[in-house]
């Protein structure tokens, strides 16, 4: 079982940065690959970025890269998206999502992954 707690949200004007986090709880989070997502107001959950468990593996949504940047510590059970040059259409609630494989974290699809509850990220003047 793996619980996952997103923080790190908040109000920022475009241009800005924020850097979002995801601690989770169990002593086998380690093995686990992490992915964030979003989910803006009326559109559907889209990925943004993924890291496997060794960190010798990331991938980006088109839209993010070079903006965005996923790191993990697992010494402290805890995965960041450090996010720069914000826009305004990055406004949603990011999650952040947790599965055995990397694939699947990435599709976020699959019925065994955990989610975190979310953390709001506002982009606005």
């Known amino acids: 079982q793996v619980q996952l707690v997103e923080s790190g949200g908040g109000f920022v004007q475009p241009g800005g940065s924020l850097r979002l986090s995801c601690a989770a709880s169990g002593r086998t989070f380690s093995t686990y690959a992490v992915g964030w997502f979003r989910q803006a107001p009326g559109k559907e959950r889209e990925f943004v970025a993924a890291?496997?468990?060794?960190?010798?593996?990331?991938r980006y949504a088109d839209r993010v890269k070079g903006r965005f940047t996923i790191s993990r510590d697992n010494a402290k059970n805890t995965v960041y998206l450090q996010m720069n040059s914000l826009k305004a259409e990055d406004t949603a609630v990011y999650y952040c999502?947790?599965?055995?494989?990397?694939?699947?974290?990435?599709?976020?699809?699959?019925?065994?992954?955990?989610w975190g509850k979310g953390t709001l990220v506002t982009v606005s003047l």
């Open positions: 890291i496997n468990w060794g960190e010798t593996n990331t």
């Open positions: 999502a947790a599965d055995r494989s990397f694939r699947e974290v990435v599709a976020g699809k699959n019925a065994m992954t955990y």
